[in-house]
């Protein structure tokens, strides 16, 4: 069995800023040479998430609506007395901070349309990392 992690360092430009990771993420893959496993795309903080969402800017900014009217901004949330992001950590909670996909034959298993999209949700530009961890063989195994 063979594990590799790595991190992938980036920056965002705000609140609901989504940046497609997938690229990185499929060189990862070759890189690790797992060749049949699992991939763990996970972000470390409590105001970013990752999804996997098409690439189509019409559903990316009806994406970024949603969260908008599902938790609105100054929608009088108790944290906000403390800072003024609760939105932004209430929307992290409901996309959630990690994906785990399929590694099958030495690729990424996706659905054609999937991207893997970082979402930042906080109220400023960041400077972000994802960890990246590939689990599995090293060989192709038939099934």
Do not use: C
């Not at 908008?68 to 959630?96: C, F, Q, W």
Request: charge should be negative.
């Amino acid at each position: 069995m063979k594990v590799v992690t790595e991190e992938f360092h980036f920056s965002t430009r705000g609140e609901i800023d989504l940046v497609n990771l997938t690229e990185e993420i499929e060189r990862f893959v070759e890189r690790a040479g797992v060749k049949n496993g699992q991939l763990l795309v996970f972000v470390p903080g409590a105001t970013g998430a990752v999804v996997a969402i098409e690439d189509e800017d019409g559903l990316l900014e009806d994406f970024k609506r949603i969260l908008e009217e599902l938790v609105p901004k100054g929608g009088g949330y108790n944290h906000d007395m403390i800072d003024s992001n609760a939105h932004s950590h209430l929307r992290a909670t409901l996309l959630g901070p990690s994906l785990v996909l399929p590694i099958a034959n030495g690729k990424l298993i996706r659905g054609i349309w999937q991207q893997i999209f970082f979402v930042e949700l906080d109220v400023r530009p960041r400077r972000r990392k994802v960890i990246l961890q590939a689990i599995g063989y090293g060989d192709i195994v038939d099934v």
